[in-house]
């Protein structure tokens, strides 16, 4: 078997069972945090793979495994935000988007001879960081693909990439796992509070792995102490504060802060929490003293500024905004 996390196995198989017939390009999408790029990797390992008697696994031990584990096989190519580049130089500028002149380099490599007379293959993940004119210089190679290539691309936003290219690619789906054999992995894993974080990561488990690490629970726990204090909060004050702190992530405050109030609304509305298992009973208490139409609101505009998060105009202002809207929540 591929090298898979316990909810791949089935996925895993598919990639095998197209290894006889294989596509020029393959897209496999899902949410973030299934441990796509791990497995489109391994993937690559085992196409790669140069012993004899390989069936469903790579050998780990023959040249082309051993390079590819040390990210050095001649015939893989990576294509990457230059922001996810593992680079020292901080001076170097990042990129969250996949360049034109990347993928023209990806390209360019496609069509070059393989080293090993096997496959030239490129990863691109997350290929929905190729804006449109990326994403036209790849269409050209995805519609003549070369002999012996294979693209695979990754995409958590399967819904940011345009239809020309989903045309061009066999798609593989990665479905949510099952919440009961997720927790017992995670437990296995050490995961503290794992149906919390669970919970929190929409059940992707890996995600769920990522929101254990302690420093962010405390994070969270603060806001969710300043949030729950909601009658008492100066909103003002609270806005430069987290103004402060949440400058480089943002999004993440975003997030947090619609997960809260889908909870809230999910209290009036079905009696349930979805996110803070860890707070039911003070949503409970919290939401009793709220209105459901303003409640919506808020909602909306927490949407808007998420949606707008790309080009904050004034991260204080707008959490001024969106602080002041909460606290009147409950006037
Ligand atoms: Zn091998």
Redesign the pocket.
């Known amino acids: 078997m591929l090298d898979a996390y316990p909810w791949q196995i089935d996925t895993a198989q598919r990639l095998i069972n197209l290894r006889k017939q294989l596509p020029h390009a393959l897209l496999l999408h899902g949410r973030a945090g299934l441990g796509k790029y791990a497995l489109a990797q391994s993937y690559a390992k085992f196409l790669l793979?140069?012993?004899a008697d390989?069936s469903i696994a790579?050998?780990?031990?023959?040249p082309?495994?051993h390079w590819f584990e040390q990210g050095a096989h001649p015939d893989v190519h990576v294509l990457q935000p230059s922001a996810m580049d593992e680079v020292e130089d901080s001076d170097a500028k990042r990129s969250a988007w996949i360049s034109v002149e990347q993928v023209r380099h990806a390209i360019d490599f496609v069509q070059l001879t393989s080293h090993r007379n096997g496959l030239r293959i490129v990863l691109i993940y997350p290929a929905e960081a190729m804006q449109a004119g990326a994403a036209n210089a790849l269409l050209k190679t995805l519609e003549e693909p070369p002999e012996n290539s294979l693209l695979i691309l990754v995409s958590d936003q399967m819904s940011k990439l345009i239809p020309t290219i989903l045309s061009r690619c066999h798609l593989v789906g990665f479905d949510l796992p099952e919440n009961g054999p997720t927790l017992a992995w995670l437990q296995e894993q050490g995961v503290e509070n794992a149906a919390l974080c669970l919970g929190l990561a929409a059940g992707s488990p890996l995600r769920a792995v990522t929101l254990a690490d302690a420093d962010y629970q405390t994070r969270r726990r603060t806001l969710l102490q300043d949030l729950l204090a909601a009658k008492k909060t100066n909103a003002l004050l609270l806005a430069e504060r987290y103004a402060k702190l949440v400058n480089a992530d943002f999004s993440q405050l975003l997030l947090w802060l619609q997960q809260w109030a889908q909870d809230m609304l999910a209290v009036k509305l079905a009696g349930r929490v979805y996110y803070h298992l860890d707070h039911t009973e003070q949503l409970h208490s919290l939401a009793l003293h709220v209105k459901l139409s303003l409640l919506q609101l808020w909602q909306q505009r927490l949407q808007q500024a998420r949606a707008a998060v790309a080009h904050p105009l004034n991260v204080q202002m707008v959490l001024e905004d969106i602080l002041l809207d909460y606290v009147n929540l409950f006037e």
């Open positions: 793979c140069e012993s390989k790579a050998c780990g031990v023959c082309a495994c």
